[in-house]
């Protein structure tokens, strides 16, 4: 087996002219120059040159319709073509037209409608006024391009694909500009991210490499709990969060910084968290997707997200990983793992919401019901009607429905879902729209959402920078029964790890 032959084929080189329509695609374009049709001299200003050959970048192919369209291709997962919806492409030597009018000389911004022609899915958010990202050398914050400029639509050219169409004004000759599915997030950004954490210092922050990716990425595995936790024979309450085992769906790494960010901070409530519980969290579950700019695929072309039932050590390192860990906690008495937490990204929903696992024990389930009923009321952008329990077999070897069916009734095994485009707040209408830091305050809450679930406001001496607690949905039927007693009756306390106020307990209401 010759995987780096295998990486070499699906990052070939540039993709040349004469490229025809069914041609399959092979790698990502390599600064390639659109030359119009019969065109034989030198490239010149104006010609379009577009290039996916860096981190997480994606774009299969170009193909002009004119000086001012051009048909683009995502370029498939590596070694699974039925995946096509990330796409990430730089564009630049853009001219600007000049046209002389009567008395004076106006500068006219060249405005051209690029087409993405391939798309593997036909529901999606394009049609609820999404839009791609845009930023450029001049203005290099991402945004989203004007919804009305954005077009979604079954086109005939392309056999009947959903084709997304959107225009844009270049207006500036020198600038690059990239253009993108959602916000980006690069395995790079991350590693830079956890080695500024680690910096720090912090002596309740732990990062170790729990494996290696097929194309020897780190695994990493952070652990976030005050050190006395860590000590020999302390019982430990394990929170268990992973990220990125879809590459494309980056909102899953700023909804995981958010929650990183929070749990290492100084807030009281941090505090207390990082007292009473342990947090494991492997943020990037698919490096090697994440650095070439999968959708949905490792590199080797495996949704890792249905393998959980039989992981191989070789074929899906970074899974089989995090399982062999997740099974040894679970067999460890010294250990309750209480949560299990999957962040992904949702191309056709608005919100946050959760997907958990249905029990027969109805007692069960509805307990499993108060973790997304408190987050509700923490975050107005996560929504609890849209939050569902199944057992779809076609979701079948996930993450979620594995450990659901393995680890016993006083665990949790949840989907955090998080919309690539908007939430809609309740009361209204209007979908607001996502921004990187709107999914880090997702992170912050679902962090802060501990605290009500193991009832420990009362060891929160004093809360200085209170976390908005806004509402959107009919507030969930979910109260906890008031509090009794010494904190020591808290669960979470020391030594009290099936506590008879636990949520656990089949005595409470739930
Ligand atoms: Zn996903």
């Given at each position: 087996?010759?995987?780096?032959?295998?990486?070499?084929?699906?990052?070939?080189?540039?993709?040349?002219?004469?490229?025809?329509?069914?041609?399959?695609?092979?790698?990502?374009?390599?600064?390639?120059?659109?030359?119009?049709?019969?065109?034989?001299?030198?490239?010149?200003?104006?010609?379009?040159?577009?290039?996916?050959?860096?981190?997480?970048?994606?774009?299969?192919?170009?193909?002009?319709?004119?000086?001012?369209e051009y048909d683009l291709f995502i370029r498939p997962d590596t070694c699974n073509p039925r995946f096509r919806v990330w796409f990430n492409f730089t564009v630049e030597n853009v001219k600007e037209s000049q046209v002389r009018g009567m008395v004076a000389i106006y500068r006219v911004t060249l405005r051209v409608i690029f087409n993405i022609v391939n798309f593997s899915k036909t529901k999606s958010l394009y049609r609820d006024?999404?839009?791609?990202?845009?930023?450029?050398?001049?203005?290099?914050?991402?945004?989203?391009?004007?919804?009305?400029?954005?077009?979604?639509?079954?086109?005939?050219?392309?056999?009947?694909?959903?084709?997304?169409?959107?225009?844009?004004?270049?207006?500036?000759?020198?600038?690059?500009?990239?253009?993108?599915?959602?916000?980006?997030?690069?395995?790079?950004?991350?590693?830079?991210?956890?080695?500024?954490?680690?910096?720090?210092?912090?002596?309740?922050?732990?990062?170790?490499?729990?494996?290696?990716?097929?194309?020897?990425?780190?695994?990493?595995?952070?652990?976030?709990?005050?050190?006395?936790?860590?000590?020999?024979?302390?019982?430990?309450?394990?929170?268990?969060?992973?990220?990125?085992?879809?590459?494309?769906?980056?909102?899953?790494?700023?909804?995981?910084?958010?929650?990183?960010?929070?749990?290492?901070?100084?807030?009281?409530?941090?505090?207390?968290?990082?007292?009473?519980?342990?947090?494991k969290i492997a943020p990037m579950l698919n490096p090697d997707g994440v650095y070439l700019g999968n959708y949905r695929c490792s590199l080797m072309g495996f949704d890792l997200n249905r393998h959980w039932l039989d992981p191989s050590p070789w074929a899906h390192p970074t899974l089989h990983g995090v399982k062999q860990l997740i099974i040894k906690m679970y067999n460890d008495p010294k250990i309750s793992l209480e949560f299990?937490?999957?962040?992904?990204?949702?191309?056709?929903?608005?919100?946050?919401?959760?997907?958990?696992?249905?029990?027969?024990?109805?007692?069960?389930?509805?307990?499993?019901?108060?973790?997304?009923?408190?987050?509700?009321?923490?975050?107005?952008?996560?929504?609890?009607?849209?939050?569902?329990?199944?057992?779809?077999?076609?979701?079948?070897?996930?993450?979620?429905?594995?450990?659901?069916?393995?680890?016993?009734?006083?665990?949790?095994?949840?989907?955090?879902?998080?919309?690539?485009?908007?939430?809609?707040?309740?009361?209204?209408?209007?979908?607001?729209?996502?921004?990187?830091?709107?999914?880090?305050?997702?992170?912050?809450?679902?962090?802060?959402?501990?605290?009500?679930?193991?009832?420990?406001?009362?060891?929160?001496?004093?809360?200085?920078?209170?976390?908005?607690?806004?509402?959107?949905?009919?507030?969930?039927?979910?109260?906890?029964?008031?509090?009794?007693?010494?904190?020591?009756?808290?669960?979470?306390?020391?030594?009290?790890?099936?506590?008879?106020?636990?949520?656990?307990?089949?005595?409470?209401?739930?």
């Open positions: 087996m010759n995987l780096y032959f295998t990486f070499f084929i699906v990052r070939g080189p540039s993709v040349s002219n004469d490229t025809v329509n069914d041609d399959p695609i092979g790698g990502n374009v390599s600064k390639y120059i659109v030359l119009p049709n019969g065109y034989s001299g030198q490239p010149k200003k104006g010609h379009l040159t577009f290039d996916a050959c860096f981190e997480s970048g994606n774009l299969g192919r170009v193909e002009q319709v004119s000086e001012f006024g999404m839009a791609p990202m845009v930023k450029s050398t001049s203005r290099p914050k991402w945004q989203r391009l004007p919804p009305k400029n954005v077009y979604y639509y079954r086109c005939p050219d392309h056999r009947k694909n959903y084709v997304m169409s959107f225009a844009f004004c270049f207006d500036r000759e020198d600038d690059m500009y990239q253009f993108a599915y959602c916000y980006p997030y690069t395995y790079t950004r991350f590693q830079h991210y956890l080695d500024n954490l680690q910096k720090r210092n912090m002596d309740y922050f732990f990062r170790e490499q729990l494996g290696q990716s097929v194309q020897q990425r780190q695994l990493d595995l952070l652990t976030i709990t005050s050190p006395e936790n860590l000590r020999e024979g302390a019982d430990k309450k394990v929170i268990f969060i992973t990220g990125r085992v879809h590459p494309g769906e980056t909102p899953s790494s700023f909804v995981c910084q958010g929650i990183i960010d929070f749990l290492v901070s100084q807030h009281p409530v941090a505090r207390v968290l990082r007292e009473h519980l342990v947090f299990y937490i999957d962040i992904h990204a949702h191309s056709t929903m608005m919100n946050g919401f959760m997907y958990g696992n249905i029990f027969e024990d109805e007692e069960r389930f509805q307990r499993q019901s108060i973790f997304p009923k408190l987050l509700c009321q923490n975050a107005e952008d996560f929504s609890y009607t849209s939050t569902s329990f199944n057992r779809d077999a076609v979701k079948a070897g996930t993450g979620r429905r594995f450990l659901g069916g393995l680890l016993d009734h006083t665990s949790y095994c949840y989907t955090l879902e998080v919309s690539f485009y908007s939430y809609i707040i309740g009361g209204t209408t209007s979908a607001v729209p996502y921004t990187e830091e709107a999914y880090m305050k997702l992170g912050r809450n679902v962090a802060r959402t501990f605290l009500d679930y193991y009832r420990l406001n009362p060891l929160v001496e004093k809360i200085t920078v209170p976390m908005p607690r806004l509402r959107k949905e009919n507030p969930p039927p979910y109260k906890h029964p008031s509090l009794r007693g010494s904190t020591s009756n808290v669960p979470g306390s020391r030594g009290d790890k099936k506590s008879s106020m636990n949520h656990k307990d089949p005595s409470t209401p739930f």
